[in-house]
């Protein structure tokens, strides 16, 4: 059975490589590739991701039905084939994507962006699921929010470091969080150089959590998320009107059990620590954390 890869996440090598299937979902695999890192298959629904290939898989075509755990793959020729199975990936022509966050400019003096802002907070608000993270590590997310206004290198370090691994599952809150938290940093200008600064230490301490995890927080230090929560920033940043924001905001939170609020909370906080002086101190400010 030959699929088309429809986009190539920034990241899969371009050179040919070999690699094995590490996990299988119904509508998703992670490869570990054999000269190091990962790449994940996606059905196209499931929106694009840096190092991700977004496949054209039938909807009523399960990853299980065509995959075996642990098998073998090649890619060669442009064609990603699998040990044992008739599947191949045909990766030629297909574009390649960036979540573009890098492109983006989160200006906290617009009205807009306050109102695009807001209704982002209040959708997430309003779903509930960021609210456990909050409860078991708000001491640790204010400490994060402070550094990154006083621009505080050695402080950021140290409370990242206390947050990776922090929860269950293939990608843990406290992971997910810090992906929306170098998404923000990296889509507000005046934050790019922090971030810049910080990736090296994210990169290394990505290390001390799982496979799938690692893979997003290596990602988002060099500036790469999810499009899904690109489209949630990206419509922030345009100061979107509600509809538009809101719908990018219910897809984001539609990701994993809790992964996608968790994302959703760290932009929202990073935005807000990065939110200038007369935001902060307005009355009747949005621009304040959870």
């Not at 642990?70 to 390649?96: H, M, T, W, Y």
């Not at 456990?132 to 621009?151: P, T, V």
């Not at 949630?232 to 009107?241: E, S």
């Amino acid at each position: 059975m030959r699929i088309a890869a429809l986009a190539i996440g920034v990241g899969v090598p371009a050179e040919d490589f070999a690699g094995r299937v590490a996990e299988i979902h119904a509508r998703a695999a992670l490869i570990k590739v054999v000269e190091g890192g990962c790449v994940t298959l996606l059905g196209s629904e499931l929106g694009r991701q840096p190092r991700g290939l977004s496949l054209d898989l039938p909807e009523n075509i399960s990853l299980p039905q065509l995959l075996s755990a642990n098998a073998e793959c090649a890619k060669r020729g442009g064609v990603l084939r699998f040990a044992g199975s008739a599947l191949a990936i045909d990766l030629r022509g297909a574009p390649q994507w960036r979540s573009g966050i890098a492109a983006l400019n989160f200006d906290c003096r617009s009205v807009t962006v306050a109102r695009a802002y807001r209704t982002a907070r209040l959708a997430l608000e309003q779903d509930g699921r960021s609210q456990e993270l909050c409860d078991i590590a708000g001491a640790k997310l204010d400490e994060l929010g402070q550094s990154i206004r006083a621009r505080d290198l050695s402080g950021a370090e140290r409370v990242i470091g206390e947050l990776i691994g922090l929860g269950e599952g293939k990608t843990p809150a406290g992971d997910d969080y810090l992906v929306g938290i170098f998404a923000a940093l990296w889509s507000c200008s005046p934050s790019r150089a922090f971030a810049t600064a910080l990736a090296p230490m994210l990169i290394t301490l990505a290390g001390r959590t799982g496979d799938l995890s690692s893979l997003y927080l290596r990602e988002a230090a060099n500036g790469e998320v999810s499009e899904r929560l690109a489209n949630v920033a990206a419509g922030i940043c345009a100061g979107g009107p509600e509809e538009v924001v809101g719908n990018a905001v219910t897809k984001a939170l539609a990701v994993g059990h809790s992964s996608g609020a968790a994302g959703i909370f760290g932009l929202l906080n990073g935005y807000a620590a990065r939110a200038e002086t007369p935001f902060q101190a307005s009355a009747d400010s949005v621009f304040t954390q959870a």
